[in-house]
């Protein structure tokens, strides 16, 4: 097939009514919800590290059911934290870390979280993922989140060339427009686990396909 021109407006154009039979990515289904807050944001974004969207969605609810507040989640104790948040992968670190999170915001910054990516970082368990990931959803301020799902899809396309999502990020914040800088983890997010999945994507009825590199696809459906 002869390709087009990669064209990212298009692009996003097409995979926006592709995915939509899919759930969402679990920290914008959340915000969804009404669980839109940097904090909690970032203690959805550390439960759901290593862990499947199905774990972390049910697991948020619950321990915001409890407590969604740095106040509030101060006042549990860890056994209690860590048993809320058991299904997560590494759970006990995790507890331990949102502990940490609510203590020093409650002590430092008068119970809020500020948007403020050094002050995310500097926090123990929270990487660029995490942290421009709340900032993009909570904040709305324009960061790119690169999940292994963004990192495979844009090498597919051909549209960056980077051997790591670190590199990726970098790649991307040079070429992406910013207008797509908190969309792209939104909508590649399903589209890398259903559509252009790690193994044997879905080529042949893929809505980019016409423009699409398919950098490294040794097969497909
Ligand atoms: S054509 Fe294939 S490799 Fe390219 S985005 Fe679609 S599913 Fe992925």
Not at 46 to 56: A, K, N
Request: hydrophobic share 45%.
């Amino acid at each position: 097939m002869d390709k087009r021109p990669f064209d990212i407006d298009l692009a996003f154009e097409r995979i926006e009514p592709a995915i939509r039979p899919w759930p969402k990515a679990a920290l914008f289904q959340l915000a969804e919800e009404g669980f839109a807050s940097a904090f909690e944001q970032l203690v959805a974004c550390i439960i759901s590290i290593r862990t499947y969207d199905e774990v972390t969605l049910p697991v948020s609810r619950a321990l915001f059911a409890r407590a969604r507040t740095p106040a509030a989640m101060n006042e549990l104790h860890y056994e209690e934290l860590d048993g809320l948040i058991s299904a997560s992968t590494f759970h006990e670190r995790k507890a331990s870390q949102i502990l940490a999170i609510a203590r020093r915001v409650a002590e430092e910054f008068q119970g809020n979280l500020p948007c403020d990516r050094e002050v995310l970082l500097s926090f123990a368990g929270v990487g660029p993922k995490c942290a421009n990931l709340v900032l993009g959803i909570a904040c709305g301020e324009p960061f790119i989140s690169v999940d292994v799902h963004v990192h495979r899809v844009t090498q597919r396309w051909g549209y960056v060339h980077a051997s790591t999502p670190e590199k990726t990020l970098v790649a991307l914040e040079a070429q992406l427009p910013r207008r797509y800088w908190i969309e792209i983890n939104r909508l590649l997010v399903p589209f890398g686990k259903h559509i252009c999945t790690g193994n044997l994507p879905h080529c042949s009825t893929c809505p980019v396909l016409d423009m699409c590199r398919q950098v490294g696809v040794e097969a497909h459906r």
